[in-house]
């Protein structure tokens, strides 16, 4: 793998390196605080042509490869990780997921509009007794003439309360356990959808967060997403896409922390002298930057993996786990830089300190990326 960058992917790299300083860092702040959802933001990512990401060109994407979708993705999550969630969800859980197990005309119709931003999705796979056991869930379907009848509630659901679109996982026979699990689409107006959004949260705090409420909720029958069975699989597949972005995105967040604790390392004064001349302060620094150099070596090896349509469900495992734990080493420490002002929010560090936290949790715990690995490891083979 040649780790020089393209031009295609350092003219990606710089595009989005000066949209995120002009466009996000300004208002992240702001919208942190206010809990506003970034609409408009999603709305300029997409006059670029990057809100379709790795898509397919003729389905309205930029036909990116993935590790331009990497850089991309990065660059976003140095400047605010819940811009990053909101486009991760969007491109990773919905769209390449329809891309992959979609219908053509399931595809036509709902990745142009989710490429140019005129239609939001969600991913509802989450409840609140299936977090990381996604097997077992409690939402049902049920297949009555031409229609199915959904019944379930989903939690803790990015993009769920501004979601057009909603990719539900139900379960159409219990007894058939992973092979009776379906993934279907449900669009918003749907008699019987509804959604409540989560407030309070940590961080990401300008993402927006709901549950997705079905009752006897009525979709054709060609809703389906794949067949029936093709669930645990679906969302298997789209889990790996999902934390492919997570990863990425912690690089980001490594990033920032990087460039605040040198900034205010320079400037900040004790003992008449700059902080970044003492040595603890180095060490630190030097911790972040180590930790951001092989994040994004597992981040590009995972990429340059899916470029070639290898299964790299291991690569992705290591590349979240770690770079989601070094955005948290990353963070404690820049505001153990900053002192006192690393508490407060005059300072981003302590918003990627909130924001971090989720990154080890979401889309599967640091706990089960290494399930993952070291089941590998031992060849036990998992569900499929």
């Known amino acids: ?179 009776g699990l379906a993934a279907f689409l449900i669009e918003r107006g749907t008699h019987g959808f509804s959604t409540i959004d989560i407030r309070g949260k940590l961080g990401l705090r300008s993402s927006n967060t709901a549950q997705l409420i079905m009752e006897n909720c009525w979709i054709p029958k060609a809703n389906i997403l794949g067949e029936v069975g093709d669930g645990f699989k679906i969302a298997m597949s789209a889990l790996d896409n999902g934390r492919y972005s997570v990863a990425a995105g912690c690089v ?41 150099e092989a994040a994004i070596l597992l981040v590009y090896n995972a990429g340059h993996l899916k470029n070639k349509g290898i299964m790299a469900t291991k690569e992705i495992s290591i590349a979240k786990y770690f770079a989601s734990e070094a955005s948290m080493r990353a963070a404690t420490d820049a505001i153990q830089i900053h002192g006192g002002y690393g508490y407060s929010n005059e300072y981003p560090v302590e918003r990627y300190f909130r924001d971090a936290k989720v990154s080890t949790i979401y889309e599967g715990t640091s706990q089960i990326q290494k399930l993952i690995i070291g089941r590998d490891a031992l060849g036990i083979q998992a569900i499929r």
């Open 1 to 179: 793998m040649d780790l020089n960058l393209t031009d295609e992917q350092q003219m990606i790299k710089e595009t989005m390196k000066r949209f995120t300083d002009e466009e996000i860092v300004p208002v992240a702040r702001e919208n942190d605080i206010n809990e506003s959802f970034p609409r408009d933001i999603l709305n300029k990512i997409a006059s670029l042509g990057f809100l379709g990401g790795p898509i397919e060109e003729k389905y309205g994407g930029a036909g990116m490869e993935y590790i331009s979708y990497g850089i991309m993705i990065e660059e976003i999550g140095r400047g605010c990780s819940s811009v990053r969630t909101t486009l991760s969800v969007q491109i990773s859980l919905v769209g390449l997921t329809i891309q992959r197990w979609g219908s053509e005309e399931q595809k036509e119709k709902y990745l142009p509009m989710l490429c140019s931003g005129d239609m939001i999705g969600c991913f509802g796979l989450t409840e609140p007794g299936a977090g990381s056991d996604a097997v077992n869930q409690s939402t049902t379907a049920l297949l009555k003439k031409d229609e199915w009848v959904i019944n379930g509630t989903k939690t803790w659901i990015s993009n769920g309360g501004v979601a057009d679109l909603a990719i539900v996982f139900a379960q159409t026979d219990k007894k058939k356990g992973h092979k």
């Open 252 to 292: 980001g967040i490594v990033q920032g922390c990087i460039d605040a604790s040198i900034r205010y390392a320079k400037e900040r004064k004790q003992f008449d002298r700059p902080i970044a001349s003492f040595q603890l302060v180095q060490d630190m620094i030097a911790r972040m930057i180590v930790d951001r």
